[in-house]
């Protein structure tokens, strides 16, 4: 299967509204533990293209800003990054603030004019007020970012028929627990897939095979099978990775018995129409290379 464009581009940016929630909570921990410096919240936003934010905010303009094409969801999501971007934007500069400027208000008194004294408390109070919006924006960012994510689920469940969402799911299954919660994640997978765990398992097997990762792929299609072991297109996906896997292992005889098994195999011809042409031949190649070590 070709992946188009606007399939990865959607992958894409599930993948960076991932990193960019990640990143926040983390700049969030750091903050709480004094820690954070300018460099981790430019990190997390800048204005010249090398933060997370900024690449999911440019991201989310290109698919959705002027297209005629997206949808209501996809329209409010890009307006939901777009006021996150200019939130932190204001973060980013009271962070600059506070450590650039906090330092040279740090002069021994006695050194000082009168008047010089009187700006530098002016500064410092600058700075402290810098602090608590600091404080208020890393607040209302959070609860941005949680609207955020909120809406991201939406499009999950609205990008369900790309191919490549389901093996990026069981890839990062660990960060969306992270953000959603065991039982959210969950339910994720239920609002997006009728049979679930099962039908996530199977179609990143699918995606996996599609790259040839035979290996990757008949695991994964095992484990479908302890799942619903009654299922014969997992079987037949199962047999049919295997097949190759044995094939580029230069196992030819047993490549060979599980690919004439998975042809006999009655399961769901839509699924087995897919990979019969592609069987066929592994099968011809097969029964040559058999007869030449016969000879």
Do not use: W
Request: charged residues 30%; hydrophobic residues 35%.
């Amino acid at each position: 299967m070709e992946t188009t464009n606007l399939e990865k581009k959607q992958v894409d940016l599930i993948r960076a509204s991932i990193n960019v929630y990640e990143k926040c909570i983390q700049c969030r921990s750091l903050f709480d533990s004094k820690n954070v410096c300018f460099s981790d919240i430019e990190e997390f936003v800048d204005d010249r293209g090398k933060s997370h934010l900024f690449h999911l905010k440019e991201m989310s303009h290109e698919l959705f800003r002027n297209s005629k094409d997206a949808s209501y969801k996809e329209k409010l999501y890009d307006i939901t990054v777009g006021y996150i971007f200019h939130e932190a934007m204001k973060m980013r500069e009271n962070m600059y603030q506070l450590e650039y400027y906090r330092p040279q208000c740090d002069i021994a008194p006695h050194k000082l004019t009168d008047q010089e004294r009187k700006i530098v408390h002016e500064i410092g109070l600058l700075v402290n007020k810098a602090e608590v919006r600091l404080k208020e924006g890393f607040r209302e960012i959070k609860v941005l970012l949680n609207e955020l994510v909120g809406q991201l689920k939406d499009l999950i469940v609205f990008y369900k028929t790309n191919y490549l969402l389901p093996r990026f799911i069981f890839e990062n299954e660990r960060s969306l627990k992270r953000i959603y919660g065991k039982k959210g994640f969950e339910n994720l997978l239920n609002m997006t897939y009728s049979d679930g765990r099962f039908f996530l398992i199977l179609k990143a097997g699918q995606s996996y095979l599609e790259s040839e990762y035979y290996d990757t792929a008949r695991l994964l299609f095992k484990k479908a099978l302890h799942l619903d072991g009654r299922n014969t297109s997992a079987l037949f996906l199962y047999i049919y990775s295997s097949a190759y896997y044995f094939y580029f292992k230069n196992m030819f005889t047993r490549s060979l018995m599980l690919a004439e098994e998975a042809r006999h195999l009655k399961t769901d011809e839509i699924i087995k129409n897919v990979y019969m042409d592609s069987l066929n031949r592994l099968i011809s190649d097969l029964s040559k290379e058999i007869k030449k070590k016969r000879k």
